[in-house]
């Protein structure tokens, strides 16, 4: 395939800035006209198929060159940018967002990550021609538990692997031209035993193929999510990506960027789901007032404000740091994934509340929300379970505590890290590591930080020195662990202590972010408030308080929030235009 323009189609007065292309493309959702506006995307999902429409203006916008790096001839230079155009589809339809692309993200990222030079062209040729790669790790039996993968590619009598077994529940499976595949290579017992394999799935036999039904969903149901199944289905033996046996050890590497974007892509979904709420609360006649004039509905609606930007500065601050730490990105992502999904669920979840009876009707704004509360759903177990993220965070706590938090000093992130939209480096693949080797950069930033930095405003100079407090009560409680603490049968105390940590890394990450904060006092996030509300409701989140917003915060908030509404601007930390 010769690689095409990705811009090619894009209407010449259109902005240079890819986020602002990508919405003016999409044009006003509200407007019934618009064969990609909120009308369609509710029709598409009535009938559990994806917008065809969407699908081709995210061909003529080039969305798969996001995917690929600069140096094959794409977009992609780091995790930040990329989440922030597909956040830009998310606040459309998240089901487009899925179904379109990620699954095509997260195969390519194992090729990026360990393939040969030429694999990572023929990839790249495919993906900036319009196809679409498969991402086929998923058996139902094992879930996420990869090492139990039983689809098998075993050496034939001709020297070529012979495929055997199934792979389930995989986005666009039936109409991917190629897969990433993970597979059993050996026999043998232990970690080296599965290879990546990336197989040309329009290239493979029609005998050796057994395409499987469509799995219906509750969420994202216009997603293709199919199966395939393998019956002695021959590929060539230079399929297998990077050193054979290494399946797992590239997976962990690779994966920690989707655990990073992926929901950080999600969080366009809130900021839909609030700007959905708001609009009900704002038309809805209560009292001889409206539903937003209640003090309560004022609240709920700051409170989902703030998780929105508390999960915004924790992914924007893991996704830079994939470029100057990306050693350590092993437990950023993990920590992501713990935390942010549920950040957003529950927001969604309380939104839908204070909707009230309101919520179960079909009319007004109602459709809308009731399809975005089915769509977030999978961000919990989608890719990587919460409990998988926990997994891979404890057996690093003990070294992390002994060879950072103990220390008076070490290394912390450079200050670049908290400054959002400055040019950075593009990403080192190669320098994803399984493990963090114990290091925490933005741990020390926050123990520092917390020393240092005493006369800033009071209030965010006591979170800082609480939380800073809390990583050495951490520490304590991680020098107590034994051995057979460490793995899958651990206590859930000692799973705990993983959901402390990633507390802990995200009000680092705001705090950061806070401390290199804009000096002009007009940029996004230099107001006290935006940091305050997000510790308060982290400190809800992790059970340090059960209290809501305070009142005069929760009020600054609400006005905030209804002055972005309607200018039309989003509701995280960049506060851009959007026709959303």
């Known amino acids: 395939m010769t690689p095409v323009d990705p811009a090619a189609g894009t209407p010449p007065a259109a902005a240079t800035d890819p986020i602002d292309r990508l919405d003016a493309l999409f044009g006003d959702a509200g407007d019934p006209a618009n064969p990609v506006g909120r009308d369609a995307v509710l029709a598409a999902d009535a009938q559990g198929a994806?917008?065809?429409a969407g699908e081709d203006l995210l061909d003529t916008f080039g969305l798969n060159a996001h995917f690929v790096p600069q140096a094959l001839g794409g977009r992609f230079t780091g995790p930040e940018e990329l989440i922030g155009v597909m956040r830009a589809v998310y606040r459309r339809d998240p089901c487009l967002g899925l179904g379109y692309g990620v699954g095509s993200f997260m195969a390519a990222v194992n090729v990026w990550t360990a393939?040969?030079?030429?694999?990572?062209?023929?990839?790249?040729?495919?993906l900036l021609s319009g196809d679409r790669v498969a991402c086929g790790y998923h058996e139902l039996a094992h879930g996420n538990d990869f090492a139990r993968a039983e689809v098998s590619a075993l050496p034939g009598p001709d020297g070529r692997l012979r495929l055997n077994g199934r792979k389930e529940v995989v986005a666009n499976i039936t109409r991917a031209g190629a897969m990433v595949l993970f597979a059993r290579t050996s026999e043998a017992a232990g970690s080296r035993s599965h290879s990546q394999l990336l197989v040309e799935t329009d290239r493979l036999p029609r005998e050796g193929v057994t395409r499987l039904p469509r799995f219906g969903t509750v969420g994202m149901r216009g997603v293709p999510l199919g199966g395939i199944e393998f019956t002695d289905c021959p590929v060539p033996a230079d399929s297998v990506v990077g050193t054979p046996g290494h399946g797992l050890e590239t997976a962990q590497r690779s994966f920690q960027l989707t655990r990073i974007a992926l929901p950080g892509m999600t969080a366009g979904l809130l900021d839909t789901a609030l700007r959905t709420a708001l609009r009900g609360m704002l038309g809805r006649r209560l009292y001889g007032g409206t539903a937003a004039d209640l003090a309560m509905s004022r609240t709920v609606l700051a409170e989902a404000f703030a998780d929105l930007l508390l999960a915004d500065a924790f992914v924007t601050v893991a996704a830079r740091a994939a470029h100057t730490a990306p050693a350590q990105c092993a437990v950023y992502a993990s920590a992501v994934k713990?935390?942010?999904p549920t950040l957003l669920m529950s927001a969604v979840r309380r939104l839908g509340d204070l909707l009230g009876s309101q919520f179960y009707l079909r009319n007004a704004e109602q459709p809308l929300f009731q399809k975005l509360q089915r769509d977030v759903l999978p961000s919990a177990f989608g890719h990587a379970s919460r409990v998988s993220c926990q997994s891979a965070l404890l057996p690093q706590l003990p070294l992390t505590a002994r060879r950072t938090w103990n220390k008076e000093d070490g290394p912390t992130l450079p200050a670049a890290t908290f400054r959002p939209g400055e040019r950075l480096a593009p990403m080192d693949f190669g320098g994803l590591a399984v493990t963090a080797g114990g290091r925490d950069p933005l741990s020390?930033?926050?123990?520092?930080?917390a020393e240092r930095r005493t006369g800033e405003e009071p209030a965010i100079a006591a979170q800082a020195a609480g939380y800073a407090a809390e990583l050495r009560a951490l520490s304590a409680d991680a020098a107590l662990l034994t051995p057979d603490q460490l793995g899958p049968a651990a206590p859930p105390e000692a799973f705990?202590?993983?959901?402390?940590?990633?507390?802990?890394?995200?009000?680092?990450?705001c705090l950061g972010l806070w401390w290199e904060r804009?000096?002009?006092?007009?940029?996004?996030g230099a107001?006290?408030?935006?940091?305050?509300?997000?510790?308060?409701?982290?400190?809800f989140h992790d059970g340090r308080h059960h209290d809501p917003l305070p009142e005069q915060l929760a009020e600054r908030l609400y006005a905030e929030l209804l002055r972005r509404h309607d200018a039309g601007l989003t509701f995280d930390l960049a506060c851009r235009p959007t026709g959303a």
């Open 518 to 524: 804009p000096q002009d006092g007009r940029a996004p």
């Open 496 to 509: 705990d202590l993983t959901t402390r940590w990633a507390s802990a890394l995200a009000a680092a990450a």
């Open 338 to 340: 713990l935390l942010v």
């Open 527 to 539: 107001e006290p408030d935006w940091v305050l509300a997000a510790l308060h409701r982290l400190g």
């Open 444 to 449: 020390r930033t926050l123990l520092e930080g």
């Open 115 to 126: 393939g040969g030079a030429e694999q990572q062209v023929r990839l790249a040729d495919r």
């Open 50 to 52: 994806l917008l065809t």
